[in-house]
């Protein structure tokens, strides 16, 4: 049972745009979510993250929106950049003292120049 | 400063081989974590560590043996592996949000293994 669902493999844009990369989970329970960006050869790097009491979080050039009654969940990138050129991994977990961290199998997003 | 520094970067290893892969954060995180992960797949839990005791082990074979000498590190000793646990095998640690109730995971760079 995949709890935290990334629908689209692969997302291609061009440089300048918005990027819009989109998750859905199933757990209700789910309490924290995050966003991390993976290149290949490297761990994971957290990008940004979403509590369920927020809808939006926003950091540079990255923003997280939430909503929870849709249980979906996505990060905008304005503007795109070749570097941001990556996989990018949600994941969620239940908060408190719940240490498992379920990830989504995670989107390549590759920005053309 | 978020750093989780993992050594080494890369190491093959035989059958019967013993090795060990470690792990430092000086961020003063109580939680740290084993992932494992193969190409083009999320990362899979491991171990998790809360205040240097064993809080979770996800049903790992016992030839992967975790260790938390103290509140900076954490150690994976490896010994009998087979060829199918080549991998990336990431180090993390986290810590809960202040206002929030979810712990934000900070992943080390990796250590690939290949098993042969």
């Known amino acids: ?113 | 400063d978020t750093e989780v520094t993992q050594t080494p970067k890369h190491l093959v290893m035989g059958m019967t081989n013993k090795k060990s892969l470690k792990c430092e954060q000086h961020m003063g995180h109580r939680a740290m974590y084993w992932y494992k992960q193969k190409a083009k797949k999320p990362p899979e839990l491991m171990f998790v560590y809360s205040y240097e005791k064993l809080s979770i082990n996800e049903s790992v074979p016992s030839r992967f043996s975790p260790e938390c000498p103290n509140s900076s590190l954490l150690n994976l000793h490896l010994h009998a592996l087979q060829p199918e646990d080549s991998a990336l095998y990431l180090c993390a640690s986290s810590q809960r949000q202040r206002g929030y109730s979810g712990n934000t995971i900070y992943f080390g760079e990796g250590s690939w293994l290949t098993v042969v």
């Open chain 1, 1 to 113: 049972d995949q709890q935290v669902k990334q629908n689209s493999p692969s997302l291609s844009v061009q440089e300048g745009r918005i990027s819009i990369l989109n998750c859905d989970y199933t757990n209700s329970m789910f309490d924290y979510f995050l966003w991390y960006k993976k290149y290949p050869a490297e761990g994971p790097t957290f990008l940004i993250s979403i509590s369920s009491i927020k809808d939006k979080n926003e950091d540079g050039r990255f923003t997280v929106f939430l909503n929870k009654s849709a249980k979906h969940l996505s990060l905008h990138i304005v503007p795109s950049q070749p570097g941001d050129s990556a996989v990018y991994f949600c994941a969620a977990h239940p908060g408190g003292s719940n240490y498992k961290l379920t990830f989504g199998k995670g989107t390549l997003l590759t920005v053309n120049p």
